[in-house]
């Protein structure tokens, strides 16, 4: 038995005490450790410690594109830790063949959980056009009428990049247009971030929230 299957068992023995096993296990699978054994911990039957092991997943970054085909399920798994590090994981390992997993993130902007909500919309405020584009296409072949895509089109067409269309979705009444209107301030922010920096005083506290927490990303990044 290697270190990374022995810590993998202390953990669905005891999921009680979580921290310092999890981070011992991340660090085996840094040091190369096979990740397939982390579908122990995702196929439980313990809420937390499938979210434990989707934590793991997504910290591993690249290294954890393996378990892409576990992300169809994590992504609709009761537990709102699940979801959000699933969508963590659908943005380091998705691509253009994955539209599904894309599309279903983009999805949870709608989550009944705000974390999530949150999530979701850094989400599509930060993956590629081509990841966007892919989950599109999913979209429109799965339902053409999905508010979803009408929100994508939206965010890939001209006005998704246009500061007046954008801050005219910031203060309209649909809350879900509001959401993809934040995402949207965001991926201009480096041409034009007077949006984003207008929104941190919505009257939506949510998307103040949001635009707030993603200024200071940028920020820190020195990027305005």
Known sequence: MDRATGLIEQILANPSDLGGVANELLSEYYR??????LRKLLHSGDDKIVDCGTWIAGELAEVGKPLLPELKRLLG???????????ECVQEWAGPTNGYELASAVGLVDDAEQGVRWKAMSF?????????????????????????????????GPNGSDSTQIAAGLRGSDPRHRKFA????????????RPLRDATASDDPEIAQFTGDMLKRISLAGGI
Not at 32 to 37: E, T
Not at 129 to 142: F, H, K, T
Not at 186 to 193: E, G, I, V, Y
Request: proline residues 5%.
């Open 32 to 37: 190369g450790s096979d990740v397939s054994s």
């Open 77 to 87: 798994h009761p537990s709102k830790g699940v979801r959000f590090w699933a969508i």
């Open 124 to 156: 599509v405020s930060m993956i590629s056009r081509e990841q966007l584009q892919a989950a599109l296409a999913q979209l429109e072949a799965d339902n053409p009428e999905s508010p979803f895509a009408d929100e994508l089109r939206w965010i890939l």
């Open 182 to 193: 934040a995402a949207a301030a965001f991926r201009m922010a480096k041409s034009d971030s």
